[in-house]
């Protein structure tokens, strides 16, 4: 009887955050799937992030979480498109997915422009830990996803739920 690989996740984060994102997916990871084998890498900037995961995948990695926190500055949104698309070239190259974690601090900001360093530590604690789970089910048990199509998940925040007619503007017959 054929035994089955143990599946390896890759978490690649970055220096450049405000948050240990790497840390809390690893934590995530360990305690819910702990036959799991994590490899975890850190870069500098969400910029790195795409050759860090396209190279772990090609050295035998099933699947990548890109960790990523982005600045609040317009030149920062502009970098991360950026890094977002060479993420999404890894992932054509390596035929593997990735999933991108990323977090802009600008979803923390406060009305006087400030950011709320307690909302952006829960904010990405949550996305990390919800996006981990994402990972290891499109990898292992895919029929969960499918059981969560259409509920509006969120990641990062709660979930909106369902679309419903009455909260959609939309009139009852």
């Known amino acids: 009887m054929a035994s ?8 690649v984060d970055t220096t450049f955050s405000t948050v240990n994102m790497g840390k809390i997916a690893v934590d995530e990871l360990k305690k819910s799937y702990p036959k799991i084998r994590v490899i975890r890498h850190t870069v500098p900037g969400f910029k790195d992030l795409a050759v860090e995961c396209q190279r772990l ?15 609040s ?6 970098c991360a498109h950026e890094a977002s698309i060479g993420v999404q070239m890894a992932k054509m190259n390596t035929n593997k997915h990735i999933i991108e974690v990323f977090v802009h601090m600008k979803e923390s900001e406060r009305e006087d422009g400030s950011i709320d360093e307690q909302d952006l530590l829960s904010l990405t604690e949550d996305r990390v830990r919800k996006h981990a789970h994402n990972a290891v089910w499109l990898l292992i048990s895919p029929e969960k996803l499918v059981e969560r199509a259409g509920t509006g998940r969120r990641q990062g925040r709660e979930d909106v739920g369902p679309a419903q007619p009455e909260r959609r503007g939309a009139k009852n017959s």
């Open 4 to 11: 089955k690989k143990t599946p390896v996740i890759a978490v």
């Open 57 to 71: 995948l090609k050295d035998g990695a099933d699947i990548a979480l890109a960790l990523g926190m982005v600045g």
């Open 73 to 78: 500055a317009p030149i920062d949104t502009q």
